[in-house]
């Protein structure tokens, strides 16, 4: 069965125009592998401009903007928040939810991440969906508990059917921003946990979902994660602030 592979920038509270320049005018003539997609996720604030600037250059219909976060609610009094209807006017394709720094940082709950991914597939957008173990959770031998503790709210919302529009990233937090990538046996292992535990409700599903691994992934350790079975691409962070370094990454992605 062909699966979508993915690769994403997660630019996190960096950048700027000048960075969405660098990326534009680097990713131009770029040409992903088939059956992958390229989505690069920059603050709120530039999603205009990048919209604007990879239309005029024009990138590969295979590129794609995305968003951080995206408020699970469709409008009203909600001051600092972003609907995907906002999002949709600036062209933005994929939203990135519940990432770990969402998660910790603003305490946002299993519960308000499976309304979330609702509200974003409501809308029509692919949401990526982040879920991961901490380390002392790993050390304790909680990881399989922890995913699946993070999963099953949004199973319960949406149903295993919508999962096949679904995105998952597997980051463990350990090796967020840290230069500890999972060692691609590691990854491998806990992504096929992943995809065994969607398949218990729909094989067909499971099979579909695109798993990116997330994690101090860069130029050379991202060979050898994305010839993992079940690693789908990656959700990167640092290494995506450099244009030439993603691309290589980019490249290293195979659809299956
Ligand atoms: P990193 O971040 O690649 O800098 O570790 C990944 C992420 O948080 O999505």
């Not at 099953?152 to 463990?172: N, R, S, T, W």
Request: proline share 4%; charged share 20%.
């Amino acid at each position: 069965m062909k699966r979508q592979a993915i690769v994403a920038a997660n630019w996190k509270m960096n950048g700027n125009l000048a960075l969405i320049e660098n990326m534009v005018s680097g990713l131009k003539g770029f040409t992903p592998s088939a059956n992958v997609d390229v989505v690069v996720c920059p603050s709120f604030p530039y999603l205009a401009a990048f919209s604007a600037q990879m239309q005029q250059a024009p990138l590969n219909e295979h590129i794609h903007l995305g968003s951080q976060n995206v408020s699970e609610h469709n409008k009203g009094a909600y001051t600092g928040e972003v609907s995907t209807e906002m999002l949709k006017d600036v062209t933005t394709k994929y939203v990135i939810v519940g990432h770990s720094e969402r998660r910790s940082i603003y305490k946002e709950t299993s519960t308000q991440v499976a309304h979330k991914v609702n509200t974003v597939l409501a809308a029509g957008l692919k949401p990526i969906l982040c879920i991961g173990e901490s380390e002392a959770e790993r050390i304790a031998e909680q990881t399989q508990t922890v995913l699946a503790s993070q999963l099953q709210p949004v199973l319960d919302e949406v149903g295993i059917e919508k999962f096949a529009e679904i995105i998952i990233a597997y980051e463990p937090v350990w090796a967020i921003g840290t230069g500890k990538t999972a060692s691609p046996e590691m990854a491998q292992e806990t992504h096929q946990f992943i995809r065994e535990f969607l398949a218990q409700q729909s094989a067909d599903v499971a099979n579909k979902v695109p798993l990116l691994y997330g994690g101090s992934v860069n130029a050379t350790n991202c060979n050898e994660l994305f010839a993992q079975t079940d690693i789908d691409g990656g959700l990167i962070g640092g290494a995506s602030l450099k244009v030439d370094e993603f691309k290589v990454i980019c490249s290293a992605a195979k659809g299956t």
